[in-house]
């Protein structure tokens, strides 16, 4: 009769607690979409940044024109006059989701429109990667550890930073693909269930559509079944995690038009196909020593290893004969600027052009995960008691991502789910020694010792039909490989189940201890809150700043484009660094000659060549190219210091690695970049600063530029093939026409010869001159 109750109470309990864990993991996910919402709360429901305006225009045309007409889209408006395709140059997962999204709204009778969709986007595939951390995190060290760090994640100001409302990026849908797809390898390599390896072969296709970020996923996951291969830690539950996944998500992620071929040929992802046959020769090894005498097994395995050493090694001389064949090596730019941090700077002067591709300052880790620094090496070391498979990767996961975050800045987003994970576990660990000390000493002065000691033989007893019944669960999970996977499971023994019981600190320690952890955590949220509404809410197309005399906002940028959209001619070309194509594009609605998908490295070059070059040269460039319109942001009336003066070197050494006459030391005085009276004379005179500059002077009678807080070198000049056709409130934004040539140039040349005709003429009869008309 006890022990029926005994059940029955358990029973509750274990309701109770999923029910309370749904309705936190439900507010988890309310507070992630909430903490996302300062920006269109305090400014207004508007795309943010530059990347996010392209995705918004291609969703654009997804919802009107179809699938079929996105993936064919040729895109006369972008590089001209080369132009784009569409369909097979961007990543379609973002904008496949928000497509369907809206859809499935305007058929529900919702009707939003594709901007509101678009901008909220973000903000729920936040809850989704909160929900989906909970799920990885459990798989690694239980409930507690996982809703400690989905609640974690869903305030990060590192995620949050590329998922407020508005942020239309490709991560915002791509770090709940990542978290998701290391969930189903997790929960595959801890069941062995080939439905669970087909949803992660899913997940991996949907990561592959969504971002380029994809190549560490896999590269990351060989590493974790290599890792457990040298270890000793094979087992079939391992191989059914790994290998459907190569062979699946090679397949699928070679359905995507942007990668293609590139799933099989570039050496991102040779590592997964050489832990792939390296498995395959292991899972042999274990099968014929299950089948064969020790004697024929020694003979057997010297066979296989040989003959899986050879096929190594022909495999390994197939892709070092791929890798000697391509002037990289068969790695991208990008991936190489990882692996050598200074690579970028040297040889690919664009994307070390990138701000988010410069490695970050120690004050951005504790701005963007604040006290997870110092919680991560307290989970570090909870993985290790016991370790286990899943335990170990989630170790390996944030050795590297603290790694790829150091080199580049854009990779704190792939740190802040594993420093989550790794918080949430040390978080939960820490409160249930404490509080379990706090409960001990609690009862401890309540019951008497005899008492004590008998709650404690209920509790093992308790422990061992637990135990049991998780076993059982997982042997029913994997029936195909369940006699070796009775040995691989990985529990804590009974017998550390109760050391950890008897070991318990002081109480006040104890209450001290929780006390400060709960400051810490509410400190964390402060933190939180003030960066989700102060730091990372601001869109960058409308700036506020605040003074003495209050907010002022500046719309410079839609100023500019709104001027642009109503007053050119809708086949105008419009010239400008790629920084603002995307939103030239889109706002304006006028053809760009680069944007910021940068795929074409001289086009840009001959960009910055004509910012760099004198006036009649750079008109020479821009008339070749059928420019109309030149734009240029300047911030050194109000303060703005993203624009493109502080931009110019940068232009110089793109434009000077494709056209060898420019050469940035003629724009530095003494390997200093001045636009000062200090200034060379090749700064003062060239396109960029007469642009900018132009009429400067006139502001304030002395031409002090706020953000250089200097005067100006070059102060009264005329534009001579450039006229001043638009200049923004606030000065930030710069719009120039290009002028006709002159019809009368080749007339001078004919009246000049005339002259000289007439002159010798007159010479010659010494008489007056005479119309040369006559």
């Given at each position: 009769?006890?022990?029926?109750?005994?059940?029955?109470?358990?029973?509750?309990?274990?309701?109770?607690?999923?029910?309370?864990?749904?309705?936190?993991?439900?507010?988890?996910?309310?507070?992630?979409?909430?903490?996302?919402?300062?920006?269109?709360?305090?400014?207004?429901?508007?795309?943010?940044?530059?990347?996010?305006?392209?995705?918004?225009?291609?969703?654009?045309?997804?919802?009107?024109?179809?699938?079929?007409?996105?993936?064919?889209?040729?895109?006369?408006?972008?590089?001209?006059?080369?132009?784009?395709?569409?369909?097979?140059?961007?990543?379609?997962?973002?904008?496949?989701?928000?497509?369907?999204?809206?859809?499935?709204?305007?058929?529900?009778?919702?009707?939003?429109?594709?901007?509101?969709?678009?901008?909220?986007?973000?903000?729920?595939?936040?809850?989704?990667?909160?929900?989906?951390?909970?799920?990885?995190?459990?798989?690694?060290?239980?409930?507690?550890?996982?809703?400690?760090?989905?609640?974690?994640?869903?305030?990060?100001?590192?995620?949050?930073?590329?998922?407020?409302?508005?942020?239309?990026?490709?991560?915002?849908?791509?770090?709940?693909?990542?978290?998701?797809?290391?969930?189903?390898?997790?929960?595959?390599?801890?069941?062995?269930?080939?439905?669970?390896?087909?949803?992660?072969?899913?997940?991996?296709?949907?990561?592959?559509?969504?971002?380029?970020?994809?190549?560490?996923?896999?590269?990351?996951?060989?590493?974790?079944?290599?890792?457990?291969?040298?270890?000793?830690?094979?087992?079939?539950?391992?191989?059914?995690?790994?290998?459907?996944?190569?062979?699946?998500?090679?397949?699928?992620?070679?359905?995507?038009?942007?990668?293609?071929?590139?799933?099989?040929?570039?050496?991102?992802?040779?590592?997964?196909?050489?832990?792939?046959?390296?498995?395959?020769?292991?899972?042999?090894?274990?099968?014929?020593?299950?089948?064969?005498?020790?004697?024929?097994?020694?003979?057997?395995?010297?066979?296989?290893?040989?003959?899986?050493?050879?096929?190594?090694?022909?495999?390994?001389?197939?892709?070092?004969?791929?890798?000697?064949?391509?002037?990289?090596?068969?790695?991208?730019?990008?991936?190489?600027?990882?692996?050598?941090?200074?690579?970028?700077?040297?040889?690919?002067?664009?994307?070390?052009?990138?701000?988010?591709?410069?490695?970050?300052?120690?004050?951005?880790?504790?701005?963007?995960i604040n006290v997870l620094a110092f919680l991560v090496p307290a989970g570090?070391?909870?993985?290790?008691?016991?370790?286990?498979?899943?335990?170990?990767?989630?170790?390996?996961?944030?050795?590297?991502?603290?790694?790829?975050?150091?080199?580049?800045?854009?990779?704190?987003?792939?740190?802040?789910?594993?420093?989550?994970?790794?918080?949430?576990?040390?978080?939960?660990?820490?409160?249930?020694?404490?509080?379990?000390?706090?409960?001990?000493?609690?009862?401890?002065?309540?019951?008497?010792?005899?008492?004590?000691?008998?709650?404690?033989?209920?509790?093992?007893?308790?422990?061992?039909?637990?135990?049991?019944?998780?076993?059982?669960?997982?042997?029913?999970?994997?029936?195909?490989?369940?006699?070796?996977?009775?040995?691989?499971?990985?529990?804590?023994?009974?017998?550390?189940?109760?050391?950890?019981?008897?070991?318990?600190?002081?109480?006040?320690?104890?209450?001290?201890?929780?006390?400060?952890?709960?400051?810490?955590?509410?400190?964390?949220?402060?933190?939180?809150?003030?960066?989700?509404?102060?730091?990372?809410?601001?869109?960058?197309?409308?700036?506020?700043?605040?003074?003495?005399?209050?907010?002022?906002?500046?719309?410079?940028?839609?100023?500019?484009?709104?001027?642009?959209?109503?007053?050119?001619?809708?086949?105008?070309?419009?010239?400008?660094?790629?920084?603002?194509?995307?939103?030239?594009?889109?706002?304006?609605?006028?053809?760009?000659?680069?944007?910021?998908?940068?795929?074409?490295?001289?086009?840009?070059?001959?960009?910055?060549?004509?910012?760099?070059?004198?006036?009649?040269?750079?008109?020479?460039?821009?008339?070749?190219?059928d420019v109309k319109y030149v734009l240029v942001v300047f911030g050194g009336?109000?303060?703005?210091?993203?624009?493109?003066?502080?931009?110019?070197?940068?232009?110089?050494?793109?434009?000077?690695?494709?056209?060898?006459?420019?050469?940035?030391?003629?724009?530095?005085?003494?390997?200093?970049?001045?636009?000062?009276?200090?200034?060379?004379?090749?700064?003062?005179?060239?396109?960029?600063?007469?642009?900018?500059?132009?009429?400067?002077?006139?502001?304030?009678?002395?031409?002090?530029?706020?953000?250089?807080?200097?005067?100006?070198?070059?102060?009264?000049?005329?534009?001579?093939?450039?006229?001043?056709?638009?200049?923004?409130?606030?000065?930030?934004?710069?719009?120039?026409?290009?002028?006709?040539?002159?019809?009368?140039?080749?007339?001078?040349?004919?009246?000049?010869?005339?002259?000289?005709?007439?002159?010798?003429?007159?010479?010659?009869?010494?008489?007056?001159?005479?119309?040369?008309?006559?």
């Amino acid at each position: 009769m006890a022990t029926q109750e005994t059940s029955q109470s358990a029973t509750f309990c274990h309701a109770f607690g999923n029910v309370l864990s749904f309705a936190v993991l439900l507010l988890i996910g309310v507070m992630a979409f909430s903490i996302r919402l300062f920006s269109v709360i305090k400014y207004e429901s508007v795309i943010h940044e530059f990347d996010p305006y392209f995705n918004y225009r291609v969703t654009q045309f997804l919802t009107k024109s179809g699938v079929y007409d996105f993936w064919n889209w040729f895109d006369d408006r972008t590089w001209y006059p080369l132009g784009r395709v569409i369909g097979g140059t961007v990543y379609p997962g973002l904008t496949l989701t928000a497509g369907t999204l809206w859809r499935i709204l305007n058929s529900m009778n919702i009707p939003l429109s594709v901007e509101t969709v678009c901008v909220f986007t973000a903000p729920v595939f936040s809850a989704f990667a909160s929900w989906a951390t909970y799920l990885l995190t459990k798989e690694i060290k239980g409930a507690g550890a996982g809703l400690t760090a989905a609640a974690l994640l869903a305030m990060v100001p590192s995620y949050i930073s590329r998922s407020v409302a508005g942020s239309y990026d490709n991560e915002a849908v791509a770090i709940f693909a990542l978290i998701f797809t290391f969930y189903l390898y997790i929960k595959t390599l801890n069941t062995g269930s080939l439905f669970y390896a087909t949803l992660n072969a899913i997940a991996y296709f949907y990561m592959v559509c969504s971002w380029g970020g994809y190549t560490f996923i896999i590269n990351l996951i060989p590493m974790h079944v290599l890792l457990c291969i040298v270890t000793g830690r094979y087992s079939p539950r391992l191989y059914i995690a790994y290998a459907p996944l190569v062979v699946l998500g090679t397949l699928l992620a070679a359905l995507v038009p942007v990668v293609g071929f590139n799933a099989v040929m570039t050496s991102e992802h040779f590592a997964s196909f050489l832990v792939f046959i390296i498995i395959h020769v292991v899972a042999l090894v274990y099968y014929i020593k299950g089948i064969l005498s020790p004697q024929m097994f020694k003979v057997a395995v010297t066979l296989v290893v040989s003959v899986g050493m050879v096929v190594c090694f022909a495999v390994l001389a197939v892709l070092i004969a791929l890798v000697a064949s391509s002037p990289t090596k068969g790695w991208s730019g990008r991936s190489l600027s990882l692996l050598d941090p200074t690579y970028a700077s040297k040889y690919i002067p664009i994307i070390a052009s990138v701000s988010e591709h410069q490695p970050p300052t120690w004050p951005s880790y504790f701005m963007d995960i604040n006290v997870l620094a110092f919680l991560v090496p307290a989970g570090i070391i909870a993985c290790f008691l016991p370790l286990s498979d899943a335990s170990s990767f989630a170790v390996l996961y944030i050795v590297t991502s603290v790694y790829f975050s150091g080199v580049m800045v854009r990779l704190m987003l792939v740190l802040a789910p594993a420093a989550c994970i790794m918080s949430g576990i040390a978080l939960s660990e820490a409160f249930d020694v404490f509080t379990r000390s706090i409960k001990f000493h609690l009862v401890g002065a309540t019951q008497s010792p005899q008492d004590n000691a008998g709650d404690t033989t209920k509790v093992t007893q308790n422990d061992v039909k637990h135990e049991k019944s998780e076993v059982t669960i997982k042997e029913r999970s994997s029936r195909k490989s369940k006699k070796k996977d009775k040995e691989n499971i990985e529990r804590p023994s009974l017998v550390s189940r109760v050391e950890k019981r008897l070991l318990v600190l002081p109480l006040e320690t104890s209450v001290i201890a929780v006390f400060l952890l709960v400051l810490l955590g509410a400190f964390y949220v402060v933190h939180c809150v003030w960066a989700a509404a102060e730091a990372y809410s601001a869109p960058s197309i409308v700036l506020t700043s605040r003074s003495h005399d209050g907010l002022h906002v500046f719309d410079d940028f839609r100023e500019a484009y709104a001027w642009l959209s109503h007053n050119t001619e809708v086949d105008d070309k419009v010239a400008s660094w790629w920084d603002y194509g995307y939103q030239t594009t889109a706002m304006a609605n006028r053809t760009v000659i680069v944007d910021n998908n940068t795929w074409n490295n001289t086009h840009i070059a001959t960009v910055g060549t004509a910012m760099s070059s004198p006036e009649k040269a750079a008109w020479d460039i821009f008339n070749s190219l059928d420019v109309k319109y030149v734009l240029v942001v300047f911030g050194g009336f109000v303060g703005y210091p993203s624009d493109d003066i502080n931009k110019f070197l940068w232009m110089v050494r793109i434009g000077g690695g494709v056209f060898p006459h420019i050469k940035e030391p003629d724009y530095l005085r003494d390997g200093q970049y001045r636009i000062d009276s200090q200034a060379t004379p090749t700064m003062l005179n060239c396109l960029m600063y007469k642009l900018s500059y132009f009429r400067f002077v006139e502001t304030d009678g002395r031409g002090f530029d706020r953000v250089r807080n200097t005067e100006i070198g070059k102060k009264h000049f005329k534009l001579t093939h450039f006229e001043e056709v638009f200049t923004t409130h606030h000065w930030m934004v710069r719009i120039y026409k290009l002028k006709s040539p002159r019809n009368r140039i080749r007339g001078k040349t004919k009246k000049s010869k005339l002259k000289s005709g007439t002159s010798i003429s007159s010479k010659r009869s010494g008489t007056r001159k005479k119309n040369p008309w006559q």
